[in-house]
């Protein structure tokens, strides 16, 4: 309620008043549309699915997952754009995840030919909008790149504030807009820049992902190539029939997350599941499943031990790969430093950030606030994960913590497979990677595609 007399001070600031629509807003265009009747989603708790039904879908999983995924590639990957950043010391454990991270996102798009000039980088949920920032500087000369950040939600200390000033780079572009509702093929610096588009997501929460990818598929035409010029008709992405749709689409890298808060509404995968013989209700079940995938999960807890074990003395596994093919043994001693007592921070913090380095206060020019502040939330992202192992446990099936791990991380890539799917039916080369080491984030897999060469 308002006051009649501050009615008018109050619609100066309101954010829920009627505001008058952007042209690229679609209401429902990225929502499944091919004509499956579903119907509506209701939420059932795990304890209310019986026990026979649990044994009877966990035993499907163990079977698909061997006939259509197997195994995933282990591609981690780094790029010299984020090595001053690996390099300071005042990090811990949280603020390296997310560098690493971001150094092996930026390395899979170079590995799949696209970070260059000449492409329009979308980044879809992109909250501070961090990693288009590191690919900029990955790019720290080119002038014909075009940024487009989208997120629904308001953003405080964002990376497009860096990218203000001519010799700062190109501009960001930032859309506040569902993703659902996005028309990105008719955005006037996507359609009229003749850039192809190259879509990324740093750990794009659920059914998100699904929204995203077929945003960049519905809206967006194929980029050519002589294959896809030979391809059947019905395997060409839906705007190709719209030759007023100049925008395409050149390839993705998203890094996967939360497939517990997955919906049948909004997957792109219901062709692979109703294949395979499961219903709505199975893909819930299968959802809450997944949750089970950090049931154990525990990360390194300091950078020697982490160095220790990226290094092979402890657990014998291979040091990380440079993608611009610099000795990989520099990540170890030279980017990952000893391990110090420093608080750590959680946020995308530049490389020319100014640290203060009072014993409890340092403040990331990127963040704006300070890691005594951010103590508390330099987990956020793994807390998500580790909140959900307690409503899922049924003890009544008798598995071990490492076997419901297991039967999650499962779940997981069978529904990340039938994305994979709807991509190649698109028309895209795509497959699933893992691009980080487990022990920083248990939700360490990524999916990416471009056109088939």
Known sequence: ?????????????????????????????????????????????LKEFSTPELQNLIEKVEKLYDEHVKAIDEEILHHHCLDEELGNESFGIPAIRHRKQQASLVGQIQKLGLLQEG????????????????????????????????DYGHVRYKADNRHKWPDTGPKFERLRIDIADLNLGIVESVSTCHRPV??????????????????????????????????????????????????????????????????????????????CGLTQRDFALLCKLSGWTAATWTGWKTKEEMNREISGVSLGVSPNRDIDGVDPNRDISGVIPKCTDSKEDQGETSSTAKIITDKNRQTSQLDGKSTEDKEITGSNDL???????????????????????????????LIDYGRVLYLRNCGLQSQLKTYIEEKLTPENVVIVANIAS
């Open 1 to 45: 309620y308002c006051y009649k007399d501050s009615v008018e001070k109050h619609l100066k600031k309101c954010q829920k008043q009627q505001k008058e629509m952007p042209p690229y807003f679609s209401k429902g265009i990225n929502m499944d549309r091919d004509g499956v009747e579903t119907g509506p989603e209701v939420k059932t708790p």
């Open 119 to 150: 492409f329009c980088f979308v980044e879809l949920g992109a909250g501070k909008g961090n990693l288009s920032h590191w690919i900029q500087q990955a790019l720290p000369d080119k002038s014909d790149l075009g940024f487009v950040l989208v």
């Open 383 to 413: 807390e998500e994960h580790q909140g959900q192992e307690q409503s899922f446990s049924r003890t009544d099936l008798h598995l071990s913590p490492t076997q419901r791990e297991e039967i999650g991380r499962k779940c997981k890539r």
């Open 198 to 275: 190259v879509a990324v997501g740093k750990h794009l929460c659920g059914g998100a992902t699904d929204l995203a990818l077929r945003c960049v598929t519905n809206t967006l035409k194929l980029r050519e190539s002589e294959e896809h010029s030979q391809q059947p008709e019905q395997k060409k992405m839906r705007t190709e029939d719209n030759p007023s749709q100049r925008a395409s689409l050149a390839g993705v890298t998203i890094a996967l997350c939360c497939h517990h808060r997955c919906s049948w509404d909004t997957y792109i995968g219901k062709e692979f599941m109703e294949k």
